[in-house]
Structure formats: C-alpha cells, structure tokens
C-alpha cells in the first residue's frame, strides 16, 4: 500500500489539482547552509525535481509547470549561469534515457532560440520523443517569463493580423506557450518568498498559491507536496463569485 492509512483516508475527499505549478526556489540557500558552492543546491534541485515529477505522474497530475530558469536568471553571475546550462544539458541527456519509459511528456515553455545549439538540439529531441506519451504533462520553464511571454502573444497576434473584434481572453490563451492546457489550480513556492516572481502571470488568476516555509527546494519531499495539495484541497475557490 503506498500511502498511509491516514493519507488513504484522507485522500478519498480531496480535490487534486489538476495544474500544479512549482517555483523550485532556495537552492542557493540550501548550499550557503552546507558551506557547499551553490551549484551543489542546483544538482540536488535537479535531482529532486526528478523525484517530484515521477510522483505527480503516479498520483495522477495532469499538468506541472517547474520554472527552471527565468528571463531574469541571465542576471546572475557568468559561472553560475553557464554551470545551470552545463546541468539542463546533463539533465536532458538523462531525460532523454530515463523518461523514455515513462508516461511523461516534456515540453518546454519559454524562449529556447537563447540557448546553445546543443542544448536547443536536446530541447527538441526530448519534446519529439515523449510527444506520445499519455500521463503527466510536464512543462520545464526556460527562459520563460510571464511578462515576456504576454509581450510573445501580442507580437504573433499582429504578426497573424487578428483584428481587435476577435482577441477575447480565450484567443489571448491560445498564444501564450501553455495553449490547450488547464490553468493552474495550485502554485507552491518553498523556501519563504512571497512572490509569484513573474511565473505564469495570465494563467494563475485565479491560482491557489501555497508557500512553504523552512523549506527549500531539496528538501522538498512528496510528503510536503501531499501537504501543499491538503492545503489547496481546503481552499473554497470562488473565481470572483460568492
Ligand atoms: C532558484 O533557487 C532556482 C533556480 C534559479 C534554478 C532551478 C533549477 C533547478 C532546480 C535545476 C533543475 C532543473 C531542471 C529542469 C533540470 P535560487 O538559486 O534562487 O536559490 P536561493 O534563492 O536560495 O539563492
């Protein structure tokens, strides 16, 4: 039995989210805590990205969106942005390999043309080869920023001539890179920020948010998303009505 009594009972009246959207945040901090470089934070990050996504799709997630990389993210310091690179390489590299049994499909969504040749070469070769796949729909934000991807919709709207009669919020979600897919119901963001840090700004209207202190990211555990998800489950969502 994989949950526990107490999960399974709790479990049965639950609603689970359909989107989860999560901002792997603190990997820094968890390594300043070790006395480790904070590249060390971003390896563990990734390796428990992997134990996260593997759990949504078992307890069946439709969507997770994880902003791996933000338009703003170039900012950092040279080192520490070409070693995050060296890492989504790697990690592609492994996805390619390991996600190929799995019922996961990967897609991007950001603006891939910055990346390298060789990382937008993995980039494709994983969304091509888990293109048919049926279980989790996993979205990998890179280089991705709400408010770039707003300003990305508009500019392919002219570029399509749409006329001002014909935008409405449902053309305006066909044009933004999660297109077909449920909004977010849930967004959880460890590690003490309160910020939605320009993640999914049009899809998470009416989002539930959940921050989780006194974690960081590697720490994260499915217990603690089991929580996050109680959390959400408790939630009287209104959208704007009584
Ligand atoms: C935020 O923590 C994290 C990032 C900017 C990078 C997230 C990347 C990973 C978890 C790597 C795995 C992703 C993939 C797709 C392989 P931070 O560096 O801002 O932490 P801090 O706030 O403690 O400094």
């Known amino acids: 039995m994989f949950f526990s009594k ?3 009972a709790r479990s049965a009246d639950r609603v689970l989210p359909v989107h989860i959207g999560i901002i792997m945040d603190g990997n820094g901090r968890w390594a300043q805590k070790r ?3 904070r590249m060390a934070g971003h390896r563990a990050g990734a390796q428990n990205f992997r134990v996260i996504t593997r759990y949504c799709n078992k307890i069946g997630i439709k969507y997770l969106t994880v902003y791996a990389f933000s338009t703003e993210n170039w900012s950092r310091p040279k080192e520490e942005v070409d070693a995050l690179m060296k890492l989504f390489g790697e990690y592609l590299e492994e996805a390619l390999r390991d996600f190929r049994d799995e019922n996961i499909r ?5 603006d891939v043309s910055a990346f390298s040749d060789e990382l937008r070469a993995l980039i494709e070769e994983t969304e091509e080869l888990s293109s048919d796949k049926t279980g989790l729909v ?5 280089n991705y920023g709400g408010r770039a991807e707003l300003v990305s919709a508009v500019k392919k709207m002219a570029e399509d001539k749409l006329s001002p009669s014909e935008i409405s919020e449902e053309t305006v979600s066909q044009y933004l890179y999660t297109a ?5 119901d849930l967004i959880i963001r460890p590690s003490g920020e309160y910020r939605t840090s320009n993640f999914l700004l049009w ?3 009416y ?3 959940v921050f989780m202190d006194n974690i960081l990211w590697p720490d994260f ?8 998800i109680d959390i959400y489950s408790q939630r009287n969502r209104r959208f704007g009505g009584v």
Not at 138 to 142: P, R, T
Not at 221 to 228: F, K, Q, Y
């Open 180 to 184: 077909g897919q449920a909004d977010p």
């Open 6 to 8: 107490k999960k399974a």
């Open 35 to 37: 006395g480790l470089p």
């Open 138 to 142: 996993l979205n990998i934000a890179m």
């Open 203 to 205: 899809q998470s209207a």
């Open 221 to 228: 555990t499915t217990d603690d998303l089991e929580r996050a």
């Open 207 to 209: 989002s539930e948010y």
């Open 106 to 110: 990967t897609r991007f969504i950001g």
